[in-house]
Nanobody, 114 residues
């Protein structure tokens, strides 16, 4: 059974930083591209960052230069370092496999105050 468990969210002021973690189980983690998504109230879920099995990262324009995705295959964990946070980054953040989505985890709430 696949499980994706996100953590690390919280309330932060604009300009602050957070580091999100997603622990995956039930998959051969190291062979998959992993991604971080977010869903703001009233908006569709969007992919903000992804990292291939070989460590190549891609970012949405809205987070480029501020967010960094990384992975630790030994721990089956993918991370999202978020710096220079803006109020528009407020959302529930999720991880998943972009090329073959699994059941979504509970996500982790990120709230950025102005």
């Amino acid at each position: 059974q696949v499980q994706l468990v996100e953590s690390g969210g919280g309330l932060v002021q604009a300009g602050g930083s957070l580091r999100l973690s997603c622990a995956a189980s039930g998959i051969n983690f190291r062979i998959y591209t992993m991604g971080w998504y977010r869903q703001a109230p009233g908006k569709q879920r969007e992919l903000v960052a992804s990292i291939t099995s070989g460590g190549i990262a891609n970012y949405a324009d809205s987070v480029k230069g501020r967010f960094t995705i990384s992975r630790d295959n030994a721990k089956n964990t993918v991370y999202l370092q978020m710096n220079s946070l803006k109020p528009e980054d407020t959302a529930v953040y999720y991880c998943n496999k972009p090329r073959a989505l699994e059941t979504w985890g509970q996500g982790t709430q990120v709230t950025v105050s102005s």
